[in-house]
Structure formats: structure tokens, C-alpha cells
């Protein structure tokens, strides 16, 4: 599933900067198709991160973060070569994880 | 009738049997919370009470959005302790946009993109211990995000 998302760990005057851009339609199901069908709600509804497997993040969203998902956060206390996992769970219970290695910049 | 009446009952038990464990899991999500269509209703449905107005609360976002599909939020806490950072957008159909709960580990801080269906504040909710603090940030949008 690593097409889903695209991730980077890197160390950076003390702090390990995480961005994550996730591949996801984030529809609010208040949309309509060409044809005026509603387009059905699908969107990731649950984030966690972990750092070397213990959870750093965990993140509830609605409908309103946009589609494609951005996100950065910052963990204190992690250095190169330590692993970085997300996974997101949305509200058709699709999932995906990707793990990444702390870099240096 | 009696028959059709039955089918329509057998089909929506089998239905509601298949989507059991999905619903097991989406427990976590705060449902109520997110979908009322009110920002008082849902601050209230996240037990969210006497919001202290604060400026270590940093909000970077534009003045003026051209499309609200994609309006790029940063935030940034710099209060003590905080556990859980929530992001409302008043004017949304559904306000509630996101709710982030931080370990000791993480940096109170983050970078995401939200929609914006009209000029609004966007309010932001710190949680730091047993208090709740804000900080809101008006802007303005040229294009409506939501649909």
C-alpha cells in the first residue's frame, strides 16, 4: 500500500519533522456526481503514528480535512535510524500503514 | 405485503450482522461530535467547557483563502502540558474538523490542510491538563471548499 502514502522523517535541530501526504478521496458525502447522485461519505476517520512501535499521534478527523491528506508533526527525543509508522482507518474500514527511518537532513 | 415485509427485515439483520466489526472499530470515532452541524454542539459533545482565551496558542493560516477546498493550517501550542489540540471551523456544515491527542514524545505542534465551505473563524481548542484554552483566526475565502 505504499502508494497510498508518502512519508519523511527528518532530524532537525533536535526534533524529528514527519510529513505525511496520504492518497485518499476525503469525500463529505454531500457531493454531487455528474448525473446529481450524491457521491457516497468516504474519509479516513482515524490516524495513528508511532515511534519505534510506541504511539506518538493519534489524530480523529471529520469530513473537513482535504482531500489527500497533509499533515506534519514533530517528536522530541528520536534520532536517526529510528522507525516512524502511520496508519489511517477510514469510514468504509479501508486501511493503510507505512513506516519510514529517520534521517538525517 | 406480509412477505415483502419479511425479506426487508432478514435483509437489514444480515446487513446490520456484516457491518458489526466495522462499527467495532469506528467506536473510537467521536460520531455525535462530528457530524452536528453546530460549533457549541459539538465542543460540548467533546466535554470541551470554559474555553480561556490565549495567545500561546499560535495560529499561522492566510487572510484570504482563494479556494477552500485547500486552506493550509499550522498550529502550535505553547502551553504547558498539553495533551489534545481540536480544530473547528464555525461556519462548516459540520464545524468539528479534527481532534489531536499528543504523547510526551510529540511536539504540541502541527501542519494539515482543511476545507472551508465560507469566511470563517477557525477556532482553535487546546486541552493542557484539566483546562481548555483558545485562539481564533478569522479568514477569508473566495471559493467555497465543500460540497
Same mark, same amino acid.
Given at each position: !500500500? ?6 519523511? $522523517? ?11 501526504? !496520504? ?27 508511532? &515511534? ?20 506534519? /508533526? ?8 529510528? %522507525? ?16 519510514? $527511518?529517520?534521517? $538525517?537532513? | !405485503?406480509?412477505?415483502?415485509n419479511f425479506l426487508k427485515l432478514i435483509l ?15 467506536? &473510537? ?16 459533545? &467533546?466535554?470541551?467547557?470554559?474555553? %480561556? ?6 495560529? %499561522? ?18 502551553? $504547558? ?14 464545524? &468539528? %474538523?479534527?481532534?489531536f491527542e499528543f504523547s510526551v514524545d510529540t ?8 476545507? !472551508? ?15 481548555? /484554552? ?14
Amino acid at each position: !500500500m505504499s502508494d497510498n502514502m508518502k512519508m519523511r $522523517a527528518q532530524l532537525k535541530g533536535g526534533l524529528v519533522e514527519v510529513k505525511v501526504l !496520504m492518497s485518499h478521496p476525503m469525500e463529505t458525502g454531500r457531493k454531487k456526481d455528474d448525473f446529481g447522485q450524491l457521491i457516497p461519505a468516504h474519509f479516513v476517520q482515524l490516524v495513528t503514528a508511532t &515511534l519505534n512501535g510506541k504511539t506518538v499521534l493519534e489524530a480523529q478527523w471529520g469530513t473537513g480535512i482535504a482531500k489527500n491528506p497533509y499533515l506534519t /508533526f514533530r517528536l522530541k527525543g528520536a534520532k536517526v535510524g529510528d %522507525i516512524v509508522s502511520v496508519t489511517w482507518l477510514d469510514n468504509v474500514g479501508e486501511t493503510a500503514t507505512q513506516d519510514i $527511518a529517520v534521517t $538525517a537532513v | !405485503m406480509q412477505r415483502r415485509n419479511f425479506l426487508k427485515l432478514i435483509l437489514g439483520a444480515t446487513t446490520a450482522l456484516l457491518l458489526e466489526p466495522l462499527n467495532a472499530l469506528a467506536a &473510537l470515532w467521536s460520531k455525535p461530535a462530528f457530524e452536528t452541524t453546530k460549533i457549541k454542539e459539538a465542543t460540548k459533545l &467533546l466535554g470541551i467547557h470554559d474555553e %480561556i482565551s490565549s495567545t500561546d496558542i499560535q495560529i %499561522i493560516a492566510p487572510d484570504r483563502a482563494e479556494n477552500g477546498a485547500v486552506v493550509q493550517v499550522e498550529i502550535k501550542s505553547n502551553l $504547558a502540558n498539553t495533551d489534545a489540540i481540536y480544530i473547528l471551523v464555525e461556519k462548516n456544515p459540520t464545524p &468539528l %474538523i479534527a481532534h489531536f491527542e499528543f504523547s510526551v514524545d510529540t511536539e504540541p505542534s502541527l501542519v494539515t490542510r482543511i476545507k !472551508m465551505a465560507e469566511t470563517s473563524d477557525i477556532k482553535v481548542v487546546v486541552k493542557a491538563g484539566a483546562q481548555f /484554552f483558545t485562539r481564533s483566526k478569522n479568514v477569508i475565502v473566495l471559493e467555497n471548499g465543500c460540497g
